[in-house]
């Protein structure tokens, strides 16, 4: 898939999640949506950004969809990559 193509959806997806028009009210409200926006083209562009991500999932799933541990490289490119494990600790409430 290209960078464009990848970049399409990522502006798809954020521009479907509600009316950014309305929520823009201030500035202070702008600049943390583009903060939001920066997190997100850094994550969806590893190899640009340097930023880690998720590589892989090992285990069972739970009723929410989350896998047993997850597999994460510090940065596109790496020859290694770690493994973190879920843990019964929740924060906030819990989905299905």
């Given at each position: 898939?290209?960078?464009t193509e990848r970049l399409d959806i990522?502006?798809?997806?954020m521009?479907?999640?509600g009316n950014w028009g309305s929520d823009l009210d201030t500035v202070k409200d702008a600049?943390?949506?583009i903060e939001k926006l920066e997190n997100i083209l850094r994550k969806a562009f590893p190899e640009n950004s340097g930023h880690y991500f998720i590589c892989g999932?090992?285990?069972n799933k739970d009723n929410n969809g989350l896998p047993d541990k997850i597999e994460?490289?510090?940065?596109?490119?790496?020859?290694?990559?770690?493994?973190y494990e879920k843990t019964d600790h929740v924060i906030?409430?819990?989905g299905s």
């Open positions: 898939m290209k960078i990522v502006a798809d997806n521009w479907n999640r600049k943390e949506h999932e090992l285990g994460i490289c510090p940065a596109y490119g790496c020859d290694f990559s770690v493994v906030g409430g819990m």
